[in-house]
């Protein structure tokens, strides 16, 4: 049996949850209370050292990090499907799991994390700037594709998908980005799509 630990305002969670959702996988859901501090605690600590949500557990392999979760989840249970292994096409989905842990972290996550949860350190400003330059990009690359890659969606678009779509929790208007906004609902008619709190 998969446990997946997580907590339900966590995007990171989330996406992990969703692909699990999208494949049609059987887990158990542990919440982490991250508010009461549990991700701090010894027993979580001795399964993830770095205290961080979401961790899966697979019998006895343990993983943390979304996106090393979803690239495990897709080639152990997706197939090529999700997580292609040509070299160009699996390039092409790496790019979107980089820009997810850099710009749209940098950016939407973080003018979340700043309005949401009061996240003081975070410059607000900048993330502003961020969140202008990724959705300008999303937008511009969608405008001539349905998915971030080929004509199915891959974890490309599901390691993108909440932060983006979680935009305005950091008062960001998607409405400028109507490719960005179409994307967005057609994942959510996925088969099986779950939403997030928010979503």
Do not use: C
Not at 93 to 114: D, F, H, K
Not at 140 to 151: D, N, V
């Amino acid at each position: 049996m998969i446990t997946l630990y997580g907590h339900e305002m966590s995007g990171n969670s989330y996406k992990v949850r969703l692909l699990l959702e999208l494949l049609n996988l059987e887990y158990e859901w542990v919440k982490v209370d991250l508010m009461q501090g549990e991700h701090k605690s010894p027993e979580y600590l001795a399964l993830n050292p770095f205290g961080q949500v979401p961790l899966l557990v697979d019998g006895d392999i343990k993983l943390a990090d979304a996106q090393a979760i979803l690239v495990y989840l897709a080639r152990q249970y997706g197939g090529d499907t999700w997580l292609p292994l040509d070299p160009l096409s699996l390039a092409q989905v790496m790019r979107w799991l980089s820009t997810t842990a850099g710009e749209v972290r940098q950016g939407p996550e973080n003018a979340r994390l700043y309005h949401l949860f009061g996240a003081s350190s975070i410059n607000i400003e900048r993330a502003y700037q961020k969140s202008e330059h990724i959705l300008t990009q999303f937008n511009q690359h969608l405008s001539t594709r349905t998915w971030l890659e080929f004509e199915h969606p891959t974890i490309a678009d599901i390691a993108v998908f909440p932060y983006v779509a979680l935009a305005g929790d950091g008062k960001i208007d998607l409405n400028p980005y109507p490719n960005v906004i179409t994307w967005i609902n057609r994942v959510k008619q996925l088969p099986s799509y779950i939403p997030m709190t928010g979503l």
